[in-house]
């Protein structure tokens, strides 16, 4: 993408905040919808691993750029975000067919699992517009800026990819 003029940044910047703030809104408010009948029990454990490969991603792509391999750089990103954009449909798809699970764990296991399954939903927010601002940096080349932000974007990406993972282990046993 060549690069915007002042007008069409803010367009794109505007799309971006305003995806930031729908894509909570609507996943909290299709929470509230209950759809019977559909036994999509299994998706927990696909979406864990896409998860764990969206983590994996991350990480040779973080590797690729200092590598200078830019075009696999690129290409891990991309996949990172459609994994991402998967997830987020088969998370909610789960969820509008499915009862929540309650943990069951019990003492300071259960203090851990709530501390790790609140700080990961906190930060998957938090990272929609961050790893929407950074991959528009990169699509209008400014990679200065893009390097700025992914040193922010990245580990949090990489925590709730990771973080997302342990939830699903710590509360799979407990799953009907």
């Not at 203090?111 to 700080?119: D, E, P, Q, S």
């Amino acid at each position: 993408m060549s690069a915007l003029n002042p007008a069409q940044e803010k367009k794109y910047k505007r799309i971006i905040v305003s995806l930031s703030v729908i894509i909570p809104l609507a996943v909290a408010l299709l929470f509230k919808v209950q759809i019977k009948g559909y036994d999509l029990g299994f998706l927990p454990t696909v979406y864990a691993t896409i998860n764990a490969i969206t983590a994996g991603l991350l990480i040779a792509a973080l590797v690729a750029i200092k590598k200078g391999r830019t075009e696999a750089h690129k290409r891990f990103m991309t996949m990172c975000l459609v994994l991402s954009a998967m997830f987020l449909v088969l998370y909610v798809l789960y969820h509008m067919t499915s009862e929540s699970t309650p943990y069951g764990g019990e003492g300071t296991i259960r203090y851990l699992y709530y501390f790790i399954l609140i700080t990961h939903i906190v930060l998957s927010v938090a990272v929609v517009p961050l790893v929407l601002f950074t991959y528009l940096r990169a699509l209008l080349g400014q990679f200065d800026k893009h390097k700025r932000l992914a040193r922010i974007t990245f580990p949090v990406w990489l925590y709730v990819a990771v973080t997302g993972v342990v939830v699903y282990l710590m509360i799979s046993p407990y799953y009907s």
